[in-house]
C-alpha cells in the first residue's frame, strides 16, 4: 500500500525554522524525483520545490530560492524539507510526492506522478 506522511509542520513567527518530513512506503523512493508542494486557503497547489533520483539536483520555486532546502535519505525511503526564515506568506498545507522528473518552473510544471495518492499534508502557519 502506497503513502506519504507528511510530519514537521507547525505554528512559528516571521523569521522561525520548521523542518518537514515526508516518509513513504509501500514503493521505492529512490527510483523517483520528490516534491514538496503547498496550498494555501483559496489558491491552487503549487510546486516548492524538488529533488531528482538520478543525482540529486534540487530545485526551488523563487518565492523560497536561499531560504528552503530539500534533501532526501533513499535508505529510509525519506524526504525532508528545511525552511528557514519563513514569511507570513509560507502559510499553507504542504505535501509531498513522488514524481517521474522535476521541471522548471517549480511553481507551475506539469508534473506527472507514479502514484494517484495524496498524503494529508502538514499545516505551516507563520504570524506573528
Known amino acids: 500500500q502506497v503513502q506519504f506522511v507528511e510530519s514537521g509542520g507547525g505554528s512559528v513567527q516571521p523569521g522561525g525554522s520548521l523542518k518537514l518530513s515526508c516518509a513513504t512506503s509501500?514503493?521505492?523512493?529512490?527510483?523517483?524525483?520528490v516534491g514538496w508542494f503547498r496550498q494555501a486557503p483559496g489558491r491552487e497547489r503549487e510546486g516548492v520545490s524538488c529533488?531528482?533520483?538520478?543525482?540529486?539536483?534540487?530545485y526551488y520555486a523563487d518565492s523560497v530560492k536561499g531560504r528552503f532546502a530539500i534533501s532526501r535519505d533513499n535508505a529510509k525511503n525519506t524526504a525532508y524539507l528545511q525552511m528557514n526564515n519563513l514569511k507570513p506568506e509560507d502559510t499553507a498545507v504542504y505535501y509531498c510526492?513522488?514524481?517521474?522528473?522535476?521541471?522548471?518552473?517549480?511553481?507551475?510544471?506539469?508534473?506527472?506522478?507514479?502514484?494517484?495518492?495524496w498524503g494529508q499534508g502538514t499545516q505551516v502557519t507563520v504570524s506573528s
Open positions: 529533488i531528482s533520483s538520478y543525482d540529486g539536483s534540487t
Open positions: 510526492a513522488p514524481v517521474f522528473a522535476c521541471g522548471l518552473p517549480v511553481e507551475r510544471h506539469r508534473y506527472e506522478y507514479p502514484y494517484a495518492y
Open positions: 509501500g514503493f521505492t523512493l529512490e527510483l523517483y524525483a
